[in-house]
């Protein structure tokens, strides 16, 4: 079979596309004018399009085609073997297997892979790469080739792919090499990093950045630096990595002074550098300067038309939200992200938010729906091999299933898959995250041993990391395990220890609501609570914070102190929570 192609550099070619641009609006029941609306351009142009008297622009047809529901390859030709969005990637195309009186002419397939490009189809455009490697080899179009293979690497490390990314890269990088191409092997070998990073080889990846940052090369060198400085955040040295982000502003300031690069490269350039930078102000728990640096990231980068880092910062700023408590932020925009990952087909970002969803929903005491948001992005971490993501969804499950106070057993054994990631990247703050949830699992079993082994491994970690949000609650654990040891009339903590553990919260709300409880002041820890479920409420989602067991022991302690019934009565109506009225309806004897 010949494929049918139109010459769209003739009228009748022209014609024929906007005739079938038209039969598309109106399969979607749409109109002209509502089709210009949606797209943003006036209906005098989609005329122009119908009538052939204008050629329409590659992002104006992905837009079309997004509105109506179609393929974009059907403005360009009436291929069977086009890619289908339900279908995902196609399998490597051999050169031998596309046949010249098959093959869409080269050009046609480079639009049509621009235009997946803006806005990104990254699906679609790795099928249209695939092909467009299968044309270039079949061609011995050498250049061609390192091109496509590049493009189709890039295609599957945003559909986080990474293993066949790897592959596509490393031919890229060596193909380039034989036909000096070194702009396009750096770029390659800057992609190729990232995969080998997000699959844990950590050595294999700093190789890649390595040679990037020593490369002779203005535009790719900074790249490299920033990279390295990513890896030292991960493995928790901070000041190496500041100091590699501070490494490559400069190099950048000289850059556009010189006139190497030009203003707008230095925007994107500098705003990739804060991402970086905010990273640490995370990790070190200081999320009212990281939460800054996020807004004026995604300002930016929308000024800019910048998806890639407009979505990172969104997805940070609601990790922020999430710490500090303004849960109804959190959710909106960890939502707002995972819906904006779909569209833009950014697989890892997609799993990584409905991991977040997940430790959102266990805090909250939707169990359901943390369990669901966990199991989901666990699936689709291990199906790509993205530790990163199978590391927080190995931590929303274990959080679930701790909140439900009834599936230990479960919760230790995703703790300790966790464990077993954090270990093997060398990541010591994700082991301080996970330690304090194996704290956490001692306090509800009793295990106080456990309990304090887990908490002061965890303290020396935070405390030589300076993530002061995570030694904060270490220490709050380690109050806990003290007052385990005490019998019950023994049971009134140091005031002054328990004061220093609350100064030393920061503004980490899980922090302050447990340190509060564990110098006996429920109280306070109720008014933080109170709070959270307000947010909840702002949400107009289910009030269920009190499904999380370690919540529902704040409101029960704090039931047992009132001396008469008036007082509890009050108190439980104003809680509104049955399980804990039922408690105490026919128990005058915990008054």
């Known amino acids: 079979?010949?494929?049918?192609?139109?010459?769209?550099?003739?009228?009748?070619?022209?014609?024929?596309?906007?005739?079938?641009?038209?039969?598309?609006?109106?399969?979607?029941?749409?109109?002209?004018?509502?089709?210009?609306?949606?797209?943003?351009?006036?209906?005098?142009?989609i005329y122009q399009y119908l009538s052939g008297s204008t050629l329409a622009q590659p992002d104006r047809l992905q837009r079309i085609a997004q509105e109506c529901g179609t393929l974009l390859e059907s403005f360009y030709?009436?291929?069977?073997?086009?890619?289908?969005?339900?279908?995902?990637?196609?399998?490597?195309?051999?050169?031998?297997?596309?046949?010249?009186?098959?093959?869409?002419?080269?050009?046609?397939?480079?639009?049509?892979?621009?235009?997946?490009?803006?806005?990104?189809?990254y699906r679609a455009l790795a099928a249209t790469c695939e092909r467009l490697l299968a044309y270039a080899t079949q061609q011995n179009d050498l250049a061609a080739t390192v091109h496509a293979l590049k493009r189709l690497g890039n295609a599957r490390y945003f559909l986080a792919d990474y293993p066949r990314a790897v592959e596509s890269l490393t031919r890229a990088i060596t193909l380039a090499t034989e036909a000096g191409d070194t702009k396009t092997g750096l770029a390659s070998r800057q992609t190729l990093g990232g995969a080998l990073l997000a699959m844990g080889r950590i050595s294999e990846a700093r190789k890649q950045f390595t040679l990037i940052a020593d490369s002779e090369s203005q535009s790719a060198r900074w790249k490299g630096i920033v990279?390295?400085?990513?890896?030292?955040?991960?493995?928790?040295?901070?000041?190496?990595?500041?100091?590699?982000?501070?490494?490559?502003?400069?190099?950048i300031d000289k850059a556009e002074s010189e006139g190497e690069m030009t203003?707008?490269?230095?925007?994107?350039?500098?705003?990739?550098?804060?991402?970086?930078?905010?990273?640490?102000?995370?990790?070190?728990?200081?999320?009212?300067?990281?939460?800054?640096?996020?807004?004026?990231?995604?300002?930016?980068?929308?000024?800019?038309?910048?998806?890639?880092?407009?979505?990172?910062?969104?997805?940070?700023?609601?990790?922020?939200?999430?710490?500090?408590?303004?849960?109804?932020?959190?959710y909106c925009g960890w939502k707002a992200a995972l819906q904006l990952a779909r569209f833009v087909g950014d697989a890892n970002r997609e799993t990584l938010c409905r991991a977040w969803l997940g430790?959102?929903?266990?805090?909250?005491?939707?169990?359901?729906?943390?369990?669901?948001?966990?199991?989901?992005?666990?699936?689709?971490?291990?199906?790509?091999?993205?530790?990163?993501?199978?590391?927080?969804?190995?931590?929303?499950?274990?959080?679930?299933?701790t909140a439900s106070g009834e599936r230990g057993a479960e919760a230790r054994y995703h703790v300790n898959q966790a464990l077993a990631i954090a270990t093997a990247l060398r990541q010591e703050r994700d082991e301080v995250e996970c330690r304090l949830r194996m704290a956490r699992l001692a306090f509800s079993e009793g295990e106080i041993v456990e309990l304090e082994d887990a908490a002061s491994r965890s303290l020396v970690l935070a405390e030589r990391l300076g993530a002061r949000?995570?030694?904060?609650?270490?220490?709050?654990?380690?109050?806990?395990?003290?007052?385990?040891?005490?019998?019950?009339?023994?049971?009134?903590?140091?005031?002054?220890?328990?004061?220093?553990?609350?100064?030393?919260?920061?503004?980490?709300?899980?922090?302050?609501?447990?340190?509060?409880?564990a110098t006996d002041n429920s109280e306070q820890a109720i008014a933080i609570l109170e709070g959270l479920r307000a947010e909840l409420r702002e949400l107009s989602l289910e009030d269920t914070l009190l499904e999380v067991a370690d919540v529902f022991a704040v409101y029960v302690a704090n039931t047992e102190k009132f001396k008469d019934e008036q007082t509890r009565s009050q108190f439980l109506e104003a809680t509104g929570w049955l399980p804990l009225s039922a408690r105490f309806s026919n128990s005058p004897t915990n008054l």
């Open 227 to 251: 990279s390295l400085g990513s890896i030292h955040e991960m493995q928790g040295e901070y000041r190496k990595a500041m100091e590699r982000f501070d490494e490559a502003a400069l190099l």
């Open 359 to 401: 430790i959102f929903s266990a805090a909250a005491g939707n169990l359901d729906a943390a369990i669901e948001y966990g199991k989901d992005a666990l699936s689709a971490a291990l199906s790509r091999g993205d530790r990163r993501a199978e590391f927080y969804a190995q931590l929303a499950l274990c959080d679930a299933y």
């Open 77 to 121: 030709s009436d291929d069977p073997a086009a890619p289908s969005e339900t279908t995902g990637l196609t399998s490597p195309t051999p050169a031998t297997s596309l046949p010249s009186s098959v093959a869409v002419p080269f050009d046609l397939l480079s639009d049509l892979a621009d235009a997946q490009e803006a806005p990104p189809d």
């Open 469 to 517: 949000h995570l030694a904060a609650l270490a220490r709050v654990w380690l109050l806990e395990a003290e007052r385990g040891k005490l019998s019950p009339d023994e049971n009134n903590l140091n005031e002054e220890s328990g004061k220093a553990a609350l100064e030393e919260t920061s503004n980490s709300v899980e922090a302050n609501w447990r340190g509060y409880f």
């Open 263 to 330: 203003v707008e490269a230095a925007t994107y350039a500098r705003l990739y550098i804060d991402g970086n930078r905010r990273y640490v102000y995370m990790d070190g728990g200081d999320f009212a300067e990281a939460r800054r640096l996020a807004e004026s990231c995604a300002e930016t980068a929308e000024a800019i038309g910048n998806a890639d880092q407009h979505l990172e910062a969104r997805f940070d700023r609601a990790w922020c939200d999430f710490h500090t408590g303004a849960w109804a932020e959190a």
């Open 1 to 45: 079979m010949v494929v049918a192609v139109m010459d769209l550099t003739s009228r009748e070619g022209r014609r024929e596309q906007g005739v079938r641009i038209q039969r598309a609006v109106e399969s979607a029941g749409l109109s002209i004018e509502e089709i210009a609306t949606r797209i943003g351009c006036s209906r005098a142009l």
